[in-house]
């Protein structure tokens, strides 16, 4: 059994890519677009040219780490070493302001480059370390125990990175009363962020190197044709087939309802930053909520099950504001009674989705199980690296189709009409629900049950 000392330390890890991904999903898109001024149609294609590179570098670096073998084990050389990147483009990507007088092309190669050196750093240390989680114990219910610790660690992270951003570094001024639009405020948030990113992946991998003493060693060749071989058995396992294109159309509808959250609360419902700021507690409860019952909902139900409840639960949660708003029912907007009438709401739909992807997370490491059986190897690193491939196109393809629909109502900050902010809303209520049927269908297909996995356990034992 994992000590709860070992699930801290290793969960800590998560802190880095819980502050990453809040940032590239809620402000990366709304700094370029309305703070930089790049045209939002190259923003999105900027986040999307990044996320083409990680189609690429996260398997292999699954694949590199899978087939390492040092003093400090497969995975913990990479984890070490992925700060430097990670910081440095993270740091970089906030660096522009409005009086550097960069054109159009400047500003989308400037947030092309640095995107794409953030997401290199973040594959170094997230796809070893979150391959390291799932080997580490081979426990149906304990994985999902550690998965859990590692998920909410990760959103109390980026709920604190939104805290320091609404709470702090965006507070109202006489100046700027949306706090979110004050441009002086950004570079030392970014700055922020990256120092806490840094000492996050420095103390997990450093405090959790000794468990690599009893960990499977890699045992094959390292020529191109077996690694060929070996990734056909495991991306070509039913199980994971469906694990990833249901991830896949789930990154899709809750990436866009992402992307465009502070684009509603600022536009739509007409939130000061010091309002939004409110919501922070409520994402903060659920989560907690969601590490409360997901690793015991797990030994009443089939992992498949509760996945497929946090997808309903998501979907028909999503556009219930939207729906009271036009039926007459909210709030005056930009009012504290309108913060209180959604976040009923939002309390519910967040603990479901993080319920979701606690239980997504420990499913691949039983997947890995089962590969193991097929193919006589260990390969969380690839299977893994679609994980964080999944969190990253969360980010990257709801950004990219928001910048699409932004370019495509002509959004501009300064002359935005009352219909286009409610095109945004209505695209991250009712449209989020639609794209949420797609996932739910797939995984109804997923067959590995918790009776499956012993029968694997024992036959590799």
Known sequence: MLTNTFKINYSIGAVANGIKTDTFTFFLLFFYSNIIGLNPGLAGL???????????????????????????????????????PMSLGYILLFAPRQDWDMSQNDLFLWMTIFTIITRIGMTLFDIPHRAFGGEVTKDYEERTLLMSWREMIGWVAGLSNAFLGYGIFFAST????????????????????????????????????????????????????????????AVTNKA??????????????????????????????????????????????????AFYI?????????????????????????????????????PEKGSLQLVLFISIFLVFLITFNVMGIMVRDSMVGDIADEVELQSNKRQEGILFATVGFMQKLN????????????????????????EQAYTLAFIQGPVTTLLMIVPFIIFLGYTLSSSRHKEIINSLK
């Open 46 to 84: 900027a986040i999307f040219i990044a996320l083409c590179f990680d189609a690429v570098t996260d398997p292999l670096m699954g694949t590199i780490s899978d087939r390492t073998n040092s003093k400090y084990g497969r995975r913990h050389p990479y984890m070490m070493i992925s700060f430097m």
């Open 294 to 330: 997901t690793p015991r909902i797990v030994k009443v139900l089939e992992k498949r099950t509760v996945v497929l409840i946090a997808i309903a639960g998501v979907g028909f949660l999503s556009p219930v504001a939207f729906i009271m708003y036009n039926l007459g029912l909210t």
């Open 174 to 233: 006489p100046e700027y009363p949306q706090g979110q639009l004050n441009p002086d405020a950004w570079f030392p948030f970014a700055l922020t962020g990256a120092v806490f990113m840094i000492i996050s992946v420095l103390y997990s991998s450093f405090s959790t190197k000794d468990e690599i003493k009893d960990l499977s060693k890699w045992n094959g060749n390292i020529a191109l044709y077996e690694i060929f071989n070996e990734l056909k058995i």
């Open 395 to 418: 980010a990257g393809l709801g950004s990219f189709f928001a910048g699409l629909v932004l370019n495509y109502i002509n959004f501009d900050r300064a002359n935005h009409t009352a």
């Open 240 to 289: 994971f087939l469906i694990f990833f294109f249901g991830n896949l159309f789930l990154s899709l509808a809750w990436g866009l309802a992402n992307t465009l959250t502070l684009f509603v609360n600022t536009y739509f419902w007409e939130f000061e930053a010091t309002q939004i700021k409110y919501f922070l507690p409520i994402y903060l409860i659920a989560t907690l909520l």
